[in-house]
């Protein structure tokens, strides 16, 4: 089926011809949903009406059914839950920062990776999103919310590099003139390490932000809350990580989930140190998500200030995420077991 939001002006002034409207359209068209936030053919009033007639029968626009929003006591974070044509519903959380608007989006409905400390996918794998569900997931922020947005983070519900076609169309969209314009550096990826595509990542010629889930200092450790660590090993990944920032000139960002008893102890922050020394990376230490659906508890104050600061006295660039949307169940994956639960 043709989808008007995955379309980048030559897609969609070639569709045009093709039914005999004229190609100048396409320019008012983008106008009409990337600057005006117009959803509706019949809305385009500057098309001729057997024009917008046609595209009604033959392009339909199917906006999401807005399920759920969640709006932070401070303002700062807002979540929304999407439902699209079929039914399944995606979460995505938009966060105010100093800089600007950031927008988390998901890449899959549900989550095959499946790791413990992450709600995405205790309901299983359901299918990946399609270039335009992920330009949905803007749009509906710029319709419900604001129009204003600094980057895009590809961290909800889903692994990117799963779905990775539609990913990259979705972001190379978004990058032309006639839709978002949002430049490349303002673009992360998030992934757990799927080894093969993130070599492939390194060869696009896109400096976009990688970022990887690492979680844990070694293989046996990792195996225990990463399935996904039983085919691709520490050792392999931080090779592909190498040759991402040799190709790229991206630094790379590890994300490290800290859970108490588990792999915030000054043992695994020695690792940890020994296994990224020497390497120009950054460390995004996140304390985990206390909520029931993942079963696992948050570290002491003490204990995440004793595990950054150890790494810090050794030399590796770690930061504490500031943490947004607790209170809304902003975390991937919550707000959509909620929905699924009352239903």
């Known amino acids: 089926?043709?989808?008007?939001?995955?379309?980048?002006?030559?897609?969609?002034?070639?569709?045009?011809?093709?039914?005999?409207?004229?190609?100048?359209?396409?320019?008012?068209?983008?106008?009409?949903?990337?600057?005006?936030?117009?959803?509706?053919?019949?809305?385009?009033?500057?098309?001729?009406?057997?024009?917008?007639?046609?595209?009604?029968?033959?392009?339909?626009?199917?906006?999401?059914?807005?399920?759920?929003?969640?709006?932070?006591?401070?303002?700062?974070?807002?979540?929304?839950?999407?439902?699209?044509?079929?039914?399944?519903?995606?979460?995505t959380v938009l966060m105010k920062h100093a800089y600007g608007n950031s927008v988390c989006l998901s890449s899959q409905?549900?989550?095959?990776?499946?790791?413990?400390?992450?709600?995405?996918?205790?309901?299983?794998?359901?299918?990946?999103?399609?270039?335009?569900e992920m330009v949905l997931q803007l749009l509906a922020f710029r319709k419900y919310v604001t129009a204003g947005l600094h980057s895009v983070v590809l961290m909800g519900t889903g692994e990117p590099l799963l779905n990775y076609d539609n990913v990259l169309s979705f972001l190379r969209l978004i990058h032309e003139k006639d839709t978002f314009y949002l430049g490349y550096r303002n673009m992360t990826l998030s992934t757990s390490g799927i080894v093969p595509a993130m070599e492939r990542l390194a060869t696009e010629g896109l400096p976009l932000n990688l970022a990887v889930s690492l979680h844990a200092p070694n293989d046996n450790l990792r195996r225990s809350i990463m399935p996904v660590a039983d085919t691709y090993t520490l050792k392999n990944i931080l090779t592909a990580c190498d040759r991402y920032f040799d190709r790229t000139g991206r630094k790379v960002t590890f994300e490290y989930i800290l859970i108490k008893d588990l792999n915030c102890t000054l043992a695994c922050a020695d690792e940890l140190r020994h296994l990224l020394g020497g390497r120009n990376i950054l460390v995004n230490a996140i304390p985990v998500n206390d909520n029931y659906d993942v079963g696992l508890c948050r570290p002491s104050q003490k204990e995440i200030r004793r595990f950054t600061g150890y790494l810090k006295e050794h030399g590796i660039n770690i930061t504490l995420r500031r943490e947004m949307g607790g209170n809304i169940q902003a975390a991937c994956g919550q707000l959509r077991i909620k929905r699924m639960q009352k239903q």
Request: hydrophobic share 45%; proline share 3%.
């Open 1 to 91: 089926m043709n989808d008007i939001f995955a379309m980048n002006r030559a897609d969609l002034q070639a569709f045009l011809v093709e039914r005999g409207i004229k190609k100048f359209r396409a320019d008012q068209i983008l106008h009409y949903i990337y600057k005006q936030n117009v959803f509706s053919w019949h809305e385009m009033t500057l098309l001729p009406q057997g024009d917008r007639e046609t595209l009604a029968g033959e392009l339909p626009i199917c906006f999401p059914v807005l399920a759920d929003i969640q709006k932070a006591p401070d303002d700062n974070t807002v979540k929304l839950l999407l439902e699209f044509y079929d039914g399944q519903t995606v979460e």
């Open 109 to 132: 409905v549900g989550c095959a990776v499946n790791c413990a400390f992450c709600a995405s996918a205790k309901n299983g794998f359901i299918r990946n999103l399609t270039v335009g």
